[in-house]
């Protein structure tokens, strides 16, 4: 239903920043939330942060005081900035909507991005 282009990864030093970005191509995105996961080689899937349709926030707690969701509903785009980088943040990071609320789990995302790499290494 929503087309979904994530942007902003790459290679990052350990205590570097990046700015991802979520798209949206067509469809608005003021009734959904969407949330960042990521996932790294070998391992699960886990959700690194979410913003809900009305706004609330919720975090890892790997990334807290780190990284800081935002939205712009009148650009369909959602950012993901990551501060105070980590090896362990290494990842391919992924962009996914629900309806209205915060969902923890990915089965509970209606719709993903196809991801882009975060390397962080010195």
């Known amino acids: 239903q929503v087309q979904l282009v994530e942007s902003g990864g790459g290679l990052a030093q350990p205590g570097g920043s990046l700015r991802l970005s979520c798209q949206a191509s067509r469809d608005t995105l003021d009734h959904y939330a969407i949330s960042w996961f990521r996932q790294a080689p070998g391992k699960e899937r886990e959700r690194v942060s979410c913003i809900s349709a009305s706004g609330g926030t919720s975090y890892a707690g790997s990334v807290k005081g780190r990284f800081a969701i935002s939205r712009d509903n009148a650009k369909n785009t959602a950012d993901l900035n990551m501060i105070n980088l980590k090896p362990e943040d290494t990842a391919v990071y992924y962009c996914?909507?629900?309806?209205?609320?915060?969902?923890?789990?990915?089965?509970?995302?209606?719709?993903w991005g196809r991801g882009t790499q975060v390397a962080v290494s010195s």
């Open positions: 996914a909507v629900r309806a209205f609320t915060c969902g923890d789990m990915a089965a509970h995302y209606d719709n």
